[in-house]
């Protein structure tokens, strides 16, 4: 099962170069996510997905967009790379049975570094 | 704003010890709760999910307990291995399988 799958798994940027972290999850989740995780922040929110179509800012949404036109796919995309970016970068996706949601899967991250 | 807290940030045992991980969050009005585990340059993986209405969840070795009226949870993990190795996080769920906070972790380390 691939279950969230992540590409790519490592990158380096230039300052000021985009680029767009790709997500995909085979499960039929409605719930997609992007988290960061930096040293001494923990995992931190940055955008999130109820449904295709449907997308809202998380915690640190700045620097960073989102669409979802499809279920499977998640894509998150840096417009400017700045080093303030550097970070690991995990995909998740979820289900809700109207009540309590469910576990969340996480991809393997892509570790990006803005030099 | 949902905040957690995991205590100890740092752990080290000897094998076959019994230890308990501590998570804490201020704002009561949760989903769920999970323990997930990483491991060095990986992502995370699920290991138990407490429902709000739950008290506790057991998978093998590992008992997760809920108290939502305290904002607390333990990680219980018996007879320790030198595999089990790695850092252990709390995520807590406010809106219901959307936005996960997360604490610092706790790192543990099981000498053989």
């Known amino acids: 099962n691939a279950g969230v799958t992540q590409t790519p798994k490592f990158q380096v940027l230039k300052t000021g170069q985009s680029m767009t972290l790709q997500c995909a999850q085979d499960m039929n989740h409605e719930y997609m996510s992007w988290y960061r995780q930096d040293p001494g922040m923990g995992l931190r929110l940055i955008h999130y997905?109820?449904?295709?179509?449907?997308?809202d800012q998380g915690e640190v949404p700045n620097g960073y967009n989102v669409s979802r036109s499809t279920t499977e796919d998640f894509p998150l995309r840096l417009l400017s790379a700045a080093p303030s970016q550097t970070s690991v970068y995990f995909c998740?996706?979820?289900?809700?049975?109207?009540?309590?949601?469910?576990?969340?899967?996480f991809g393997q991250g892509t570790r990006l570094t803005v030099v | 704003k949902q905040e957690v807290t995991q205590i100890p940030a740092a752990l080290s045992v000897p094998e076959g010890e019994n230890l308990v991980l501590n998570c804490s969050f201020t704002d009561s009005a949760i989903y769920n709760l999970q323990w997930f585990r990483q491991d060095p340059g990986k992502g995370l993986t699920s290991l138990l999910l407490i429902q709000s209405s739950q008290r506790e969840q057991t998978s093998g070795r590992l008992n997760a307990s809920l108290d939502k009226s305290s904002g607390r949870s333990t990680l219980y993990i018996a007879a320790s291995q030198p595999g089990d190795s790695a850092t252990y996080l709390c995520?807590?769920?406010?809106?219901?399988?959307?936005?996960?906070?997360f604490g610092g972790g706790t790192r543990l380390m099981v000498k053989p």
């Open positions: 995520a807590v769920d406010n809106n219901a399988g959307n936005m996960l906070t």
């Open positions: 998740a996706s979820s289900y809700s049975n109207g009540v309590s949601g469910s576990e969340a899967f």
């Open positions: 997905s109820v449904g295709a179509g449907i997308t």
